[in-house]
Structure formats: structure tokens, C-alpha cells
């Protein structure tokens, strides 16, 4: 499966922002994604999650502000990032949800992608 994440760009605090995923192949690791980010000198961290039932959650530091939806049929995953903070600063990535990526098939199936930049100006 390949992974390519697109959208990301230097904007304003309190800015709006949509990244994309496109997703290929066909594997039960695709069911439930999620996208992560990871600043500089820390640890990547989930910031959203999409159920195969299309159900969401997230964290409370994007909760409110940051959505995420899928087409299926085209492959994509999206991140709708909106009153952006300078602490949203970094490269986002998506890919299958802690859980399926904590499979060592799902984590062979699915590598990181390139990721894509996100910086957020005060």
C-alpha cells in the first residue's frame, strides 16, 4: 500500500487548512485510518481517527478544530484543519490507526508515507 500526503503549506494562526491522502491497494489495514503529526524533536501523535462506520474521534488539543473524512471510492483520506495554532506546527502523516499498525502485517502492508509539511505563524 502507498500512502501520499499532500496539502500542507504556511499559513496564518487561525487559518484554515485540507490535507489529502491518497491511499492504494486493497487490504483490511485501509479499514480504519487515522492521521498523525510529528514537530520537531517529538514523538509522532494521533490527531484524528475515521472507523470503518465512518465514525471519528480525536484529541482534545485538535478536537473541534480538525476533521477528519474519507471517500472510498476514491481512495482518499482528508484532514479539514481549521483555526490552526502555531502548535499544529509539523509534518502530517496518515496511515492505518494505532491498533491495525500495531499488527505486524498492517505495519509491513502500510509504511510511512513522506508526510507533509504544516507551519503555522503567530
Known amino acids: 500500500v502507498q500512502l501520499e500526503e499532500s496539502g500542507g503549506g504556511s499559513v496564518q494562526a487561525g487559518d484554515s487548512l485540507r490535507l489529502s491522502c491518497a491511499t492504494s491497494?486493497?487490504?483490511?489495514?485501509?479499514?480504519?485510518m487515522a492521521w498523525y503529526r510529528q514537530a520537531p524533536g517529538k514523538e509522532r501523535e494521533l490527531v484524528a481517527t475515521?472507523?470503518?462506520?465512518?465514525?471519528?474521534s480525536y484529541p482534545d488539543s485538535v478536537k473541534g478544530r480538525f476533521t477528519i473524512s474519507r471517500d472510498k471510492a476514491k481512495n482518499m483520506v482528508y484532514l479539514q484543519m481549521n483555526n490552526v495554532e502555531p502548535e499544529d506546527t509539523a509534518v502530517y502523516y496518515c496511515?492505518?490507526?494505532?491498533?491495525?499498525?500495531?499488527?505486524?502485517?498492517?505495519?509491513?502492508?502500510?509504511?510511512w508515507g513522506q508526510g507533509t509539511q504544516v507551519t503555522v505563524s503567530s
Open positions: 496511515n492505518a490507526d494505532r491498533t491495525l499498525r500495531g499488527t505486524p502485517y498492517c505495519s509491513e502492508m502500510m509504511p
Open positions: 491497494g486493497d487490504t483490511i489495514c485501509l479499514s480504519v
Open positions: 475515521i472507523n470503518g462506520d465512518d465514525s471519528t
